[in-house]
């Protein structure tokens, strides 16, 4: 802020007789005569007409004062504002010395907690109440500058007769709100005040200089108690991941570790500052790959590594670089206990009531899988790819008296064919070369108690298909390279987008594995065949949009190969790419757009989807204008323009337009 004596060199006296004259006329002819004069602001008169709603008294003497107890209460509750506010005060106050001037700080509800300033105005300032407690809100004195502030949200001044109350004609005063940085909200009101007679050009900006000043010091302080909250949370969220968290300088140098990876890496909490983790002797045989973690972003990686003699680790490791600005700061290491579940699922988490669908095909099979879950039967699920098998599979589980076992997922013809045998049925201590020291359980002994499901069961290898039977009729398993069976207890719920019986007739799928997994058989419709059931996964999958008559006609005519999961990836990219209420055809991929041809008039689909698309556009528009300029603006075209289009589709612009 500026010191006194440049302020004071600046301050010029007005010839305020005039101005005052005109002022005083405008009030009178108000409040006399009912009539605003052009000289008085809008701003001013449109407050005055606030006041007299409020039933002020325009002859008020002297402003109302809370008592003590709600004032000691207010300034308990601004205790902190108060204390950071004061300073600044005193600095404005520096300035306007000797200038016959009153500095005040005013709370969101117009009360003035705190007030400094020169000693003659003061003392007259007090024959009207305006001293610390005052309440100068404009429902309680009318149009005054603090009320004002308060209601416009900025900074104001309000001179002489443009006070609601007479007993403020000879004041100045200019005010500047003081707002919550981070939520917008008010917390208060700084005020210069004076007298007519000295009024001066810079009250204003001094006022909302030192207000601004004060906004930026709250958010500074904010901030501060953010970041040790979030450091305070930060802390406590690392330190409930199950994963090891590493955080690295660019050096490589730890920062910050969690108690997980302390634990993992043998390194102490409290020594670990400024370590680089290369440099630690016994995590020798992790340091090349943290090295590469540190030098590259989102590396993945995993191998076996010792530590102390001790327990052998699988670990998978996976880094992340933090960037600012396109500056390198570190890197986020996080180390992961492998527990080799590739392909598996330890448990189901959906249930009959996630499966969606009207369709009278669809409803069958979920009543056919309701009843399959109260027995422990096997099933076979058989539907197109995508339909939602393992859905099927999840719920059937869930309703079971298994639900509270595991639930193991394997895709048949994802594990490779010399590894599928050991990875169902386990192995034991050096069975092959490369196996596991103490070997492995294989997914049916995990799986004990619960329920395995068999994806994609038609292109597992026949070889294996009687070992499959085998435990199915004996409920025991041996492992691979031993000479002893281990017994299970499972239910088995296979799945198949193929025809086995005709793979049974190709001799490449055993008959009798095929009567035994087919004692329940379940089957799924696919979406072509559900479109009554398309505009309701519209609104499952995409709930906030709604398609426009083109874009379902597509959907419609589509045939789906990929299914709901087909559809379910098409909804994801429309959510991401549109931003508009209103979902048209220009957001569908090109190959659901470009795919269909009217043969009978030559219109192409997409340009049936477009007239759609540009009819149903217009009506939105024309329902949310208030005339026909206004929604052909909005369009971008003529009136003219727009009264053709309405006739080409038979649209009442009058009816639509209310």
């Not at 008169?45 to 004032?71: D, E, F, H, M």
């Not at 309000?158 to 109350?165: D, I, K």
């Not at 005010?175 to 005020?191: H, L, Q, R, Y």
């Not at 024309?622 to 929604?631: F, G, I, P, Q, T």
Request: glycine share 6%.
């Amino acid at each position: 802020m500026e010191n006194i004596y440049a302020y004071k060199a600046r301050v010029r006296s007005f010839e305020m007789s005039d101005r005052e004259k005109i002022l005083k006329k405008a009030w009178t002819n108000y409040f006399k005569l009912g009539v605003v004069s052009d000289d008085t602001r809008p701003v001013i008169s449109t407050s005055w007409r606030r006041s007299q709603k409020y039933g002020i008294n325009p002859n008020l003497v002297q402003a109302p004062i809370c008592s003590p107890k709600v004032l000691r209460k207010k300034q308990e509750e601004n205790k902190e504002i108060l204390a950071l506010i004061r300073p600044f005060m005193d600095d404005l106050f520096d300035i306007v010395k000797g200038t016959d001037s009153l500095i005040a700080f005013s709370d969101k509800d117009g009360v003035v907690l705190d007030l400094c300033g020169d000693s003659e105005i003061a003392i007259n300032a007090a024959h009207v109440n305006f001293t610390v407690g005052v309440n100068m809100s404009e429902a309680w004195i009318g149009t005054n500058s603090i009320g004002l502030a308060m209601a416009q949200g900025k900074a104001v001044h309000v001179v002489g007769a443009e006070h609601y109350s007479i007993t403020w004609h000879t004041s100045h005063c200019s005010s500047a709100p003081i707002k919550d940085p981070f939520t917008n909200e008010m917390i208060g009101v700084i005020t210069l005040i004076g007298y007519v007679r000295s009024a001066h050009s810079h009250s204003l900006g001094l006022v909302k200089t030192a207000a601004d000043t004060i906004v930026k010091l709250i958010e500074q302080k904010g901030i501060k108690k953010e970041t040790y909250l979030l450091n305070n949370y930060f802390s406590a969220a690392i330190d409930s991941i199950s994963d090891g968290i590493i955080i690295v300088n660019r050096l490589g140098e730890m920062i910050r570790i969690n108690k997980i990876a302390s634990h993992m890496l043998k390194i102490p909490l409290m020594d670990h500052v400024k370590w680089k983790l290369t440099d630690i002797e016994h995590l020798q045989p992790l340091s090349k790959y943290l090295e590469k973690a540190i030098t590259r972003n989102e590396v993945i990686l995993q191998d076996e590594f010792q530590l102390h003699n001790e327990e052998m680790y699988k670990i998978l490791l996976t880094s992340r670089r933090i960037m600012v600005e396109g500056e390198h700061l570190g890197n986020i290491i996080i180390l992961k206990k492998k527990k080799n579940k590739e392909m598996i699922k330890l448990s189901a988490k959906y249930t009959f009531s996630s499966l969606v669908g009207d369709d009278p095909g669809f409803k069958r099979a979920i009543k056919l899988a309701s009843r399959a879950a109260s027995t422990d039967k096997s099933v076979l699920i058989i539907g197109e790819s995508g339909t939602g098998k393992e859905l099927f599979a999840q719920a059937i589980h869930n309703e079971s008296t298994r639900q509270t076992k595991p639930f193991i997922a394997i895709n048949s013809a994802a594990i490779p064919k010399d590894l599928i045998a050991s990875e169902l049925f386990g192995y034991v201590d050096g069975a092959f070369t490369n196996a596991v020291k103490g070997g492995k359980k294989g997914k049916f002994e995990v799986a004990n108690g619960g329920t395995i499901f068999l994806d994609e069961i038609g292109d597992m290898p026949l070889e294996l298909q009687a070992h499959l039977l085998r435990v199915l009729e004996e409920k025991e398993v041996t492992p691979v390279g031993s000479n002893f069976t281990k017994p299970i207890d499972i239910r088995i719920i296979a799945a198949t987008n193929k025809d086995l019986f005709s793979l049974v007739k190709e001799n490449k799928f055993r008959l009798d594995l095929y009567y035994r997994l087919n004692v329940i058989s379940i089957n799924i419709p696919p979406l072509h065949k559900r479109k009554q059931d398309i505009e309701l996964f519209v609104k499952h999958f995409l709930p906030t949009k709604t398609l426009s008559t083109g874009v379902l006609k597509c959907f419609y005519e589509y045939d789906w190969p990929g299914n709901l999961r087909e559809m379910k990836n098409v909804m994801e990219q429309i959510e991401i790419f549109c931003d508009d209420p209103i979902v048209t055809e220009e957001y569908l991929p090109d190959y659901i757009k470009l795919q269909f041809e009217d043969k009978t008039n030559g219109e192409s689909l997409y340009q049936s989807v477009a007239n759609d698309t540009k009819k149903d556009t217009m009506i939105i528009t024309l329902k949310n204008s208030k005339s026909v300029s206004e929604a052909a603006n909005k369009l971008g075209v003529s009136s003219s323009t727009l009264y053709r289009w309405a006739s080409e589709y038979q649209l009442n612009i009058k009816e639509l337009i209310k």
